[in-house]
Structure formats: structure tokens, C-alpha cells
């Protein structure tokens, strides 16, 4: 399941995360899910694995030019204007000449939001990353930042699932025809309490599937929505790969729509912007 960009960008809508996974356990990981048949793959600087996941896509033999590559700019780096720079050495430690999508982890506060962009389109334009874009921006720091360049802004990585709206960011990254990619897009396995809930256990028996891949199958019927779990088990990475053949119904996504919870946003580090959704004192 592919999601075209206007530039010509064919995303996998289905990807595997990689926080929290390093070394060997992460070059595993990564083989493994391609091998299942994952070909889009999620890393940050932050992460500390972009060498294991380097290796990973190696050892998997497939094609580089077969698999999507998303790699994202830590803030100390945006906010030194070292951003391509950056975005280099990640390329050093995957061992490519090209990610496929750059992105910058999170907005700077205290720093103009053009200014932060700006940096991000030279690594386009440098040829180090096909496409580019943000993550963790506001609504009102997504429209700065597009009114900010002339190179196009492809994609958007939050934080979504059932607990939480993203109804207004989600409208405008398909009003300006970005990807939208869920972050923590099963509320955090069993760190969250998404798949313990009673709505989601519901839809899983009728449907005859795992609260999993009931709630990755949600994501994936909404327009322009990529969704990117993470899973260090193969028992897992192929639950979370066997959600193509069959469909939710409106009802079932209806019900999984009804468990927003006006604090369902489950990561605000202190550096977080402020947020449109999800966290109670702003509701
Ligand atoms: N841009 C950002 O700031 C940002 C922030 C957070 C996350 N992300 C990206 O999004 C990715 C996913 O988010 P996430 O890692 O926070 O959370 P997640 O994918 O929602 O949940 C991961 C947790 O779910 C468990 N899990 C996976 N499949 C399962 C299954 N079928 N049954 C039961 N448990 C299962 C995993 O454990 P096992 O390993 O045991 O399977 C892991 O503990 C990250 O890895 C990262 O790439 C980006």
C-alpha cells in the first residue's frame, strides 16, 4: 500500500520504528522486517542505531533502492545550523549516499521556524535526502513552515492513534498533500493501555484479528496516513505486516474514532511545542 506524492515519491504506508532499538538487536530487527516484507524503515539521530540500521538493510540483501529511508535531525544540530552537516554524518553511519526522507525531529523553540526549514531544504537541494519534512510541529508552526519554503514539505511525523485527535494537523497535511506518519501508532505496545482497551478488544473478536492489527488497519484507511510500529519480536513485526486483504467497516472505525481522550497524548517531553490536542490543560 503506496502513498504518491506529488513529486513522484512512492511512500510505503506501512513502515518499522526503531526507537529504542540498538545494535544488534535493531540490525536484526530491521533484516528481519524486510525479509516479512516492511520496505519503508524509520530512524532518528537521537536513536543512536543509524549504523545498526545501516547494517540491517545490508544483511537483508534487498535493494537500497527498494526501501524508504527516513532519518530525522536532532534539535542541537538545527538549532547550531549544522542540519546538512548533519544529515552527512547520518549518511556516513547508514553507509548511503541518499536517505529518502529527512526529517527535523522536533521544532527549536526561541529559533524562527523558517530559519529551521531553510537549513532542511539544503539538504534536498544537496541531494542527500529525496524528500523532506518535520516532525512534532503545531499547526501553526506547519503553516510557517510551509509558507517558509519553495522546496516542498512531503511529509509530517505526530504522535496518532485511537486516544488521541489529530483531526486539524491531519486536515491540513492532506490540504498541502503531505504524508501524515503516526508516530507510537499503537499507543506504545504494552508501555500504553490502547490495546487493553475494551472498544479496540471488541473490534479485534469481531473482525476476527489482534487489538494490533485492528488498530494499524484504522490508520491505514484514512487518506494520506503512514503508520510506523516498532517491534523488536519476528512474532510481532509479522502480526503488524499481516494487515492488507481486509477492511474495517465504518462501524469499526467509527468505534475506534469514539476513544479519543482529551489527554491521550502519551509523549510531551519539556521541548514540545504547544500542542493543538491531547493534553488536558490545553483542552
Ligand atoms: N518523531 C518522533 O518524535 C517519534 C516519537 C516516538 C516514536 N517515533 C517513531 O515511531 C516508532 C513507533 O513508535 P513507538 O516505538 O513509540 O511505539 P509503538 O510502535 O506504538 O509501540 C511499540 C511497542 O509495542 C510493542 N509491540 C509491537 N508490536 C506488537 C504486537 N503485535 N503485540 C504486542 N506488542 C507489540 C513493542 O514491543 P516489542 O518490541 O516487544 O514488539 C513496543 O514495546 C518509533 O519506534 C519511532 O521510529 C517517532
Redesign the pocket.
Known sequence: MLYHTTDHAKIPRLGL????LRGDDAAYAVAKAIEIGYRHI?T?QAYENEEAVGRGIRDSGVPRDELFVTT?IWTDRIEKEEVVGALAESLDKLQMDQVDLTLL??PVNDMPIDAQVSQLAACKTSGKSKLIGV??YNQEQLLTALAATDERLSAI?C?Y?PFLDQDPILKTARGFDMLFTS?????????GEL?ENAGVKRVAEYRGK?P?QVILRWHLQQANVAA??????ED?LR??FDIFGWDLTATDMKTLYGLIKPDGRM?NPDWSPKWDTGVAEAA
Open positions: 520504528g526503531t526507537w529504542e524509520d532518528a530525522k525531529h522536533w516532525s512534532n511525523q504522535e492513534h508516530y507510537s501508532p499503537i499507543g506504545r505496545g504494552a508501555k490495546m489482534t494490533t510506523i510500529p516498532k517491534s523488536s519480536s510481532h502480526e503488524n509523549i
